[in-house]
């Protein structure tokens, strides 16, 4: 587990899920007072680990969260707690981020050859232009778009059309970026900043 302060009221950590500890994470988990009835009604082992994982991650940077439960839109928040939280998960990564005063949104994403084919299907024609093909760029913009997505927390958004990277800057270790949410009368400005984590990229908004 990998956790740090993005600012005093602004908690990030990142873990690689390790589908060999089913066993010692429910176990752990039980002890630790965790609500495991939920986990029954997901059927795929796997996913069982990862939603586990996400709980022992969350106990030790924030033990006093009590639970999560999801609104209509899939927004996680905790049952004990004021503060907010976004999840993310892909392939054998997780991730999440803690906000003690405002929103927040994060996404980690596995860097993938496949993004190249599918980026006119969430980059707008106007950043089409100002992308390569080169998949940690495209990465990059995906997970923005995505943090953006969690920002807004409903589901009438859609990352092509609603979801906009105006500025990026990027090297091998991460970078910053400048985006916008619109849709309907909704407007708003945000920053994100951005992590190189060995095969995975992760982007988080720093204001909301």
Known sequence: MIKF??????QIAYSKVNYNLKSELFEYLQASGINLADLSKIKNSKRQIEWMTIRQ?????YPDFGDI????HGKPHFTQSNQHVSISHSHEMV?????????TGID??????KIVRIKDKFLSESEQTHTSTDAIELSYYWSCKEALFKIY????????ANFFIDEIQFDE????????IKINHHESIHHLKMRRIDNYVMAYVVNS
Request: hydrophobic residues 40%; charged residues 30%; proline residues 0%.
């Open 5 to 10: 302060q993005e600012a005093s009221n602004h």
């Open 57 to 61: 991650l969350l106990l030790k940077i």
């Open 69 to 72: 439960v999801y609104d209509v």
């Open 95 to 103: 991730a999440l981020a803690i906000n003690k005063d405002q929103i």
């Open 108 to 113: 980690i994403q596995l860097i993938n050859d």
């Open 153 to 160: 927390g409903k589901k009438d958004g859609f990352l092509k």
């Open 173 to 180: 270790k991460g970078g910053i970026a400048k985006g916008r």
